[in-house]
């Protein structure tokens, strides 16, 4: 299937590839062959118009014909077969049975919604009227949602599939009954003109008006801002950096309508190694938490970054074996590929920066590579007293790197605890006899995360409905809301109390039959 280079603006295939950009193939650090068009002020002033054109007969369609509309989706994505998979893991680097099985999440989210939606998941909530109710009666009213409007979507850098095209916030968005601007990342756009291409004929198929969906490419930042501050533009979702997303949510704060904006910006993810665990399991815990933060080149927004345990005279023996384990894990790991140049480039400025600071020691490296874009695993260590003075120390670093955190005793964890930002999730790592010092933990953990887990490591997130992927910021820029699992869709609509109104007047999910 040739790749046109182009945006899909409401069902047409538009933009002037000239002067545009190429991707980049991950792993030989070479320029693909296709040429990508820049969006237009013009183009985007399209797509936002018939984008906010097909709301009113979307958002009207009946959740049956959305689940349909979803399902279709997934088909044709899954019909696309093996060249999906050949460019995704050309442009990201990332292993062909990673891809796929990033595909069957991505299908998995689709559907998901789409069974929602059958089963009356998201109907109302009625109160019924009380004529007899003393001093003044009851009326009726019944509890509704309604979709937002128009959703610019930004796609993810590290999950081509799941967190971008047609991924949870898209999925989402569509199913509240939302149209969806997409923002293609400028690091896998032919990925995302296969899987637009599959949206595309899903709404051909299911006779939907062509303006719910367009996919924007560029590098230009103007086209990033153009969506945000659009008027008609009536929700984001956005998975990046902490930099471009604070960018972005000053933008939309200076709007005349300021709008919600659900970012998720970065996580550290720390682990807690608590004390008879350690000294039962360091050999295991410190090869599993190198083997989860290895996933993907430390490329997940759950790799754990922060490993927190008590070195004091009673640990010492313990912590230098679960420190001589990881050593050895992370020496055997061999140079990895980054999604792009850019990431790389940071990446290796962090590690740079986090070796000049006095009291942090490079205590472990993975394989080197004179290769510019591959990035080597580092392991740092550090005391609790060094962590706290250095704020860096408290920063995401975007791939392979984590950092060991010694506490000299209980009350030094606490503190660690209380100096963290918000995370996506805290993993704490204790057997029954660590209980009481589990608890302490958990009981302030709980107020630092989106997901709190015991005895196992953070990377992967299951879709499900009591899923939490979010937390306080920066991990994402909406304390209340997730991006994965059916709660989801609740940030893409707002609620309306309807008020002893007839039922010719009232939404046909919300009238007595």
């Not at 789409?114 to 009726?140: C, T």
């Amino acid at each position: 299937m040739t790749l046109t280079g182009k945006n899909f603006i409401a069902g047409e295939w538009s933009g002037n590839t000239n002067n545009g950009f190429t991707a980049t193939n991950a792993s030989t650090n070479e320029a693909m062959t296709t040429t990508f068009a820049d969006a237009t002020e013009t183009e985007i002033e399209q797509a936002v118009t018939a984008a906010n054109s097909a709301f009113i007969s979307y958002s009207q369609l009946s959740s049956t014909k959305r689940a349909h509309f979803l399902r279709t989706v997934g088909e044709q994505i899954v019909a696309l077969g093996d060249e999906l998979v050949d460019i995704a893991s050309a442009e990201t680097g990332l292993p062909a049975m990673r891809i796929q099985g990033e595909r069957g999440r991505t299908v998995g989210q689709l559907n998901l919604f789409a069974d929602l939606l059958e089963s009356g998941e998201y109907q109302g909530v009625f109160d019924q009227a009380d004529n007899e109710r003393q001093p003044m009666p009851k009326p009726d009213t019944r509890l509704g949602y309604l979709p937002l409007g128009v959703v610019g979507v930004f796609a993810a850098s590290n999950f081509p599939l799941a967190f971008s095209t047609a991924g949870g916030d898209t999925a989402s968005a569509l199913a509240a009954g939302c149209p969806v601007i997409m923002k293609a990342h400028a690091a896998h756009p032919g990925t995302a003109e296969l899987v637009g291409r599959a949206i595309g004929k899903a709404i051909t198929l299911c006779g939907i008006n062509a303006g719910v969906f367009s996919l924007i490419q560029g590098k230009n930042y103007a086209i990033s801002s153009q969506i945000v501050t659009h008027p008609l533009v009536k929700a984001i979702g956005f998975t990046g950096s902490e930099r471009v997303g604070m960018i972005l949510q000053q933008q939309i704060n200076q709007r005349a309508e300021p709008i919600p904006f659900y970012g998720e910006l970065g996580s550290v993810n720390p682990q807690f190694i608590l004390t008879n665990k350690l000294k039962e399991d360091a050999e295991q815990i410190a090869q599993a938490l190198v083997a989860s933060l290895m996933m993907a080149q430390g490329q997940f927004c759950t790799s754990p970054g922060i490993w927190a345990v008590i070195d004091n005279k009673e640990s010492d023996s313990t912590v230098e074996c679960f420190i001589d384990t990881a050593i050895s894990a992370i020496e055997n790991t061999e140079a990895g590929v980054m999604l792009t140049s850019g990431i790389a480039a940071s990446y290796k400025a962090a590690v740079n920066e986090w070796q000049a600071i006095d009291g942090v020691t490079l205590v472990a490296q993975g394989q080197q590579s004179s290769t510019e874009h591959l990035c080597s695993a580092a392991l740092f260590s550090t005391s609790f007293a060094t962590f706290e003075k250095h704020t860096v120390l408290h920063e995401e670093v975007f791939g392979a790197s984590a950092l060991i955190v010694r506490c000299a005793d209980d009350d030094e964890m606490m503190q660690l605890v209380a100096s963290l930002k918000g995370n996506l999730t805290a993993s704490i790592h204790g057997l029954d006899s660590d209980l009481k010092q589990a608890q302490a933990v958990a009981q302030f953990l709980a107020h630092k995360v989106g997901r709190l887990i015991y005895n196992q490591m953070p990377t992967g997130v299951e879709v499900c409905a009591s899923m939490n992927h979010g937390g306080p910021f920066p991990a994402s820029t909406n304390i209340r809301s997730t991006s994965v699992g059916s709660e989801a869709i609740k940030r893409f609509q707002r609620p309306i109390c309807y008020q002893n109104m007839p039922q010719e007047l009232l939404p046909l999910i919300l009238r007595n039959t």
